[in-house]
């Protein structure tokens, strides 16, 4: 299984791949991480290959999450990708319109730990283990 880190907050995408690497590692993942959404959609439009994860945060110059979910979404990318909004807001009015994009499947509050990780991973991997 891959997964996409989106964010452009260097620290933080070098914080997670340093917290979480022993759970990346125990749980076979290949993880990425990006700082910049529109680099990632361009990725998408030219190799046509997915993560089976994106974390992707919202407060990002030049594409936030919100426009990268719209560019996601009008270029007919899959919808079995699953997508956490991870951010460090918890602003109700975010959650609420994480919720109502049928997009996201979760939100979360970052810095991850490997605890919730772990958790988030287990919760959707019968969706991407259809075959196991």
Known sequence: MEIF???DDLATNRFHELILSKSISALNL???FFDNPIGVVNLFKESNKFP???FLDINMPGMDGWE???AYKENQFPEEVIIIILTSSQDPRLIQKA??????NEFRVKPLNSVIFEEVIKT???LINKDS
């Open 5 to 7: 880190f989106i964010d």
């Open 30 to 32: 290949k993880a990425s």
């Open 52 to 54: 089976d994860y994106i």
């Open 68 to 70: 990268f979910l719209e």
């Open 99 to 104: 919720n109502e994009n049928p997009l996201v």
């Open 124 to 126: 959707y991997d019968h």
